[in-house]
Structure formats: C-alpha cells, structure tokens
C-alpha cells in the first residue's frame, strides 16, 4: 500500500481566468484607494469652507448631521463586528480545512460553489468511494461528482454487502418505501457501471462491508467530501462538507482524519473483494492470502441495470424475490 504523502504530490493548479480575476479585483481595489487619496483634499476643503458655515448658521442642518454621522459611525462599528466574527469563522474553517459545505436539499444555485470546486480539479489518478449503494454518486443523473472520479484511473469503492445483516437494518431505518430490495436494485445498478468502466482500462477495485455505514466518504486529489450517514434518514437528506488537504501543514485540518478512515477500512481483512469476472467476494487474512470465495448473486452483465418502478418493486418484493442473494453460503477453500 503506498503511503498517503505519495498519493497526493503537489499542489491543485488554477485556471487561467481565476489568475485573471485575482489581477482584475486587485487592480481595481488599488485604483479605488487612489481616487480616494487624490480626493480627499478636495473633500476636506469643500468641508471646512463651504459646508461646515451653513451648517454653524442652521440648527436643523446641524442636527441632521449629527444624525447622519451617529448613523454612519454606527453602521461602521456593526459592520467591523461582523467582519470580526467572520474572521474568526474563517481561521475555524481554515484551521479545519473546510473548503465548503451546503445543508441538505440545497437547490442549483445554492451550489454553484461547490460546481466551481469540482470544474478546477485537477485529473486525479485515484478516487475513493465508502458509501451506502454508490447510486447517488455512480448512477443517478445530477450526480456531480461522476465525471470527475470517471477520469481518475483506479477507482476504489466500497459498498454495503447487499446479502448482510447492515443492509436489512438500515432497510428498517428507512422510510417504508425504501426496502431491501430497493437498495439491492441500487447496488446491482453501481456494480453495473463499475463493471462498464473497467471495459475502459480503468483500473477498478470493488468491497463490501457488513457493518450500519456512519460516514459517507469520496476522496478525490486533495479534496475530500462528507456526509454522515444518519439512522432513519437518506444520505442526501444530510449536511455535506468538504475538506481540503494542507499540503505545508497535512496534520491540520479533518482533511488526513478522514482520508484514514477509509483507507482503515479499506485494508480490514474483514471486508470482501468483490470479483467482477466470477461475480463472487473474496476473502482474503491479514497478508491478503486468500482464504476462500463466495458467489454474490445474480450475474452482472457490465451495463447498467435499470431501477424498475416502485410498482415492479413493490410486485417482486410481494413474490418474494431477490435481485441478490447468496447462492453458496458456506465459504469455499481458497486455492
């Protein structure tokens, strides 16, 4: 296993129109500052001879003005406050190494931010996945991070086993529309597009875990986003966040925190690979000797498997069909 500085060489390039908009904001910050240094004779002078007289001369323009300037100076003082306390939250979330974060059900335009994150990508070679079905992120259309983790060259994902005691309990979890047998269709629908991307070179490697998912994990480059997977409720119904490693300080922020947990995850023994040829999990111990094979279920044909309608769901759950399922489940001796 390489190491985790190895993987991540290097800083994040920036496009030629964010260097441009830097040079333009700056240069037109510094002119504004000119004008107003050139100004301020002029406005001191009209001031102290033509407008202060009239006012010495007018109680009611005096009183105005004192108005006026108590307003101002109030204004001032608030907007310092709040720029303070937004100071402090931007050291915390640069200490954290926060680079966004959005709440649940946040529509298009509240996510422009995090669409211009992933347009200044660079290509990554690695992109690692811990999530509940991968459908939200391999399969279903407004995925936005999809095209992104195709262009990386080895893939590696890890899923819910879809024949474990986890998925029936999250099952549970869930509103009663979403069943086994709805998170089955999900995860044979992720296999099948995973399936497909290794016909294209990519380099893909599939697990599966038997335990209630907590995190929601997709590392891709130096960026790495999260979602906790909540008991009773869908993960994209909660908060997600993205953090970014700091390459002169990696100990700072949540970015390495998380980023280990997948890869603890990742190198447990206790976690299947998922045999795209055979479609069967390999076990494998602690040196990764394989100790023994089991079929998953139905074969994956390498395409994408359609979701069928809630009716179709409905209908075979009723029949007591099962999308996937265990064929042999006592473990064969490993060769």
């Known amino acids: 296993m390489r190491t985790f500085m190895a993987m991540h060489r290097g800083a994040p390039t920036h496009s030629?129109?964010?260097?441009?908009?830097?040079?333009?904001?700056?240069?037109?910050?510094?002119?504004?500052?000119?004008?107003?240094?050139?100004?301020?004779?002029?406005?001191?002078?009209?001031?102290?001879?033509?407008?202060?007289?009239?006012?010495?001369?007018?109680?009611?323009?005096?009183?105005?003005?004192?108005?006026?300037?108590?307003?101002?100076?109030?204004?001032?003082?608030?907007?310092?406050?709040?720029a303070w306390d937004h100071r402090q939250g931007v050291h915390?979330?640069?200490?954290?190494?926060?680079?966004?974060?959005?709440?649940?059900?946040?529509?298009?335009?509240?996510?422009?931010r995090e669409r211009a994150l992933v347009r200044q990508l660079p290509a990554a070679r690695d992109a690692f996945v811990l999530t509940l079905t991968g459908h939200d992120t391999f399969v279903a259309d407004d995925s936005l991070l999809r095209g992104v983790i195709e262009k990386a060259y080895e893939i590696r994902v890890m899923l819910v086993n879809p024949v474990g005691k986890a998925l029936r309990e999250r099952a549970d979890s869930l509103p009663p529309d979403i069943t086994v047998l709805t998170l089955h269709t999900e995860i044979e629908a992720t296999i099948g597009y995973l399936s497909g991307m290794r016909k294209y070179g990519k380099m893909v490697k599939l697990k599966f875990y038997d335990e209630e998912p907590f995190w929601k994990l997709i590392a891709?480059?130096?960026?790495?986003?999260?979602?906790?997977?909540?008991?009773?409720?869908?993960?994209?119904?909660?908060?997600?966040?993205?953090?970014?490693?700091?390459?002169?300080?990696?100990?700072?922020g949540l970015f390495v925190p998380f980023y280990m947990v997948f890869l603890n995850q990742w190198n447990d023994a206790r976690h299947p690979e998922y045999d795209f040829d055979t479609n069967e999990l390999v076990y494998r111990d602690a040196s990764g000797k394989e100790t023994g094979?089991?079929?998953l279920g139905v074969p994956i044909n390498g395409a994408a498997t359609p979701l069928p309608s809630s009716r179709g769901l409905r209908a075979a759950l009723d029949s007591g069909a099962a999308l996937l399922r265990r064929l042999a489940p006592e473990r064969t001796a490993g060769l």
């Open 16 to 82: 030629l129109w964010s260097g441009l908009r830097h040079f333009l904001s700056h240069g037109v910050i510094t002119l504004l500052a000119v004008a107003i240094a050139f100004s301020l004779p002029g406005m001191a002078n009209y001031i102290l001879n033509e407008w202060w007289p009239h006012v010495e001369r007018n109680p009611n323009l005096l009183l105005a003005t004192e108005i006026a300037l108590a307003s101002v100076l109030a204004l001032l003082f608030n907007l310092a406050k709040i």
């Open 293 to 295: 094979r089991a079929v």
């Open 220 to 252: 891709i480059g130096d960026y790495i986003w999260v979602q906790h997977c909540h008991s009773g409720f869908a993960v994209k119904q909660q908060p997600e966040f993205v953090f970014g490693l700091q390459h002169r300080e990696p100990r700072h």
């Open 92 to 112: 915390i979330a640069r200490l954290a190494s926060l680079m966004y974060a959005r709440n649940a059900g946040a529509g298009w335009w509240s996510r422009r």
